[in-house]
Structure formats: structure tokens, C-alpha cells
């Protein structure tokens, strides 16, 4: 879980922008990037439910391993 401690700035009254520490903001962008990678992965999966299998000891006698 991320703690923020973020600052946020004003304009006209009304909330405007967040300022945020470097080093949270670092660990937001990781998250949101793990996050499109799940995303992708899930994406990815999905397409390839249909998809022929091929069993272990198949693959090894395929493959000669």
C-alpha cells in the first residue's frame, strides 16, 4: 500500500493541482505500470483461450528433450 502526502495547490479557490514527493510519486508510476502490464497480459490470455495446448511429455517427445 502507498502512503501520499501530497500537497495540493489552489487556483481561484477551487483544487487545481497535487504536488506530490519525488519518491511517491516514483512508486505511483510503478504501480500504474504494473498495472498496464497486467492489463496487456490479461488482454493477451483472453485472445488465446481457443488456443491448441500441448501437454508437457508431449512437447518433450516433440522436441526430443
Do not use: H
Not at 502507498?2 to 487545481?16: D, M, Q, R, S, V
Not at 511517491?24 to 485472445?47: G, H, P, V
Request: hydrophobic share 35%; net charge negative.
Amino acid at each position: 500500500m502507498i502512503t501520499l502526502n501530497p500537497n495540493i495547490l489552489e487556483k481561484a479557490g477551487k483544487k487545481e493541482f497535487v504536488v506530490l514527493p519525488y519518491e511517491e510519486f516514483l512508486k505511483i508510476q510503478e504501480e500504474l505500470e504494473d498495472y498496464e502490464d497486467l492489463k496487456t497480459l490479461r488482454k493477451a490470455k483472453s485472445k488465446e483461450t481457443d488456443a491448441e495446448t500441448v501437454s508437457l511429455a508431449e512437447a518433450r517427445k516433440q522436441y526430443g528433450v
